[in-house]
């Protein structure tokens, strides 16, 4: 059965700083794996996806994110955080059948302090 | 563009009583996933409609849960007799035909008391 890990339940950084939200994933076959945010009281925000091709992904609010195959990862990173960019994270993967419904972490709040 | 909308935004019910949430997808967007978020349980999958039929309803925690999609689009989830447990947030979200990803609605905040 597919599913991811983030192990951090927070993850704090000051403003200015690079920032890793970490994912881990299982899957049987070829994965698809999709970072969201969720800022308070709002819906889920797609921020990027791995489907196939390039390893580093770039995505919305210069976001990125590195697939690696053989630790089975996909963690999230951006250079240079914001305060603004303080919400909840969630890593997904598709399953792998043709509803394609999303398997998501638990979620890491990210913190970022001025 | 218009994205996926979802009423009420908040609902308060007693006990016992029956809910009806409201999901809008993106116009055009064949598949349409309703996810229920809750602190106990994380995100978790309710029911995927593939235009008006539902292929996969594994995710439905109990016959109490219902949800239709009409015309291909709006979709409502329907909760009898509402018990405690059912208080979360629930999200819907729609996707194009492919591969494209999930795009999620605000979600309604449903508190049973």
């Known amino acids: 059965a597919q599913s991811v890990a983030q192990p951090e339940d927070q993850v704090n950084v000051a403003e200015g700083n690079p920032l890793t939200v970490k994912c881990t994933y299982s899957?049987?076959?070829?994965?698809?794996l999709f970072w969201y945010v969720q800022y308070p009281n709002r819906g889920l925000q797609f921020l990027l996806k791995y489907i196939t091709g390039d390893n580093l992904v770039k995505g919305s609010y210069g976001f990125e994110a590195e697939f690696n195959k053989s630790q089975t990862s996909f963690h999230l990173k951006k250079p240079s955080a914001l305060v603004s960019d303080s919400a909840l994270y969630f890593c997904?993967?598709?399953?792998?059948?043709?509803?394609?419904?999303?398997?998501f972490g638990t979620g890491t709040r990210l913190l970022v302090s001025p | 563009g218009a994205g996926v909308s979802q009423s009420p935004s908040n609902k308060v019910t007693e006990k016992g009583k029956d809910v009806e949430l409201r999901c809008d997808p993106i116009?055009?967007?064949?598949?349409l996933y309703w996810y229920r978020q809750s602190l106990g349980q994380g995100l978790e999958f309710l029911i995927y409609f593939q235009g008006n039929s539902a292929p996969d309803k594994s995710g439905l925690p109990s016959d109490r849960f219902s949800a239709e999609r009409t015309g291909g689009s709006v979709s409502t989830l329907t909760i009898q007799r509402t018990q405690q447990e059912d208080s979360a947030v629930y999200l819907c979200?729609?996707?194009?035909?492919?591969?494209?990803?999930?795009?999620f609605g605000p979600g309604t905040r449903l508190t049973v008391t």
């Open positions: 899957v049987s076959g070829n994965p698809y």
């Open positions: 997904a993967v598709r399953v792998n059948t043709g509803f394609q419904k999303l398997v």
């Open positions: 116009s055009g967007h064949t598949a």
């Open positions: 979200a729609s996707r194009r035909q492919g591969l494209g990803e999930q795009y």
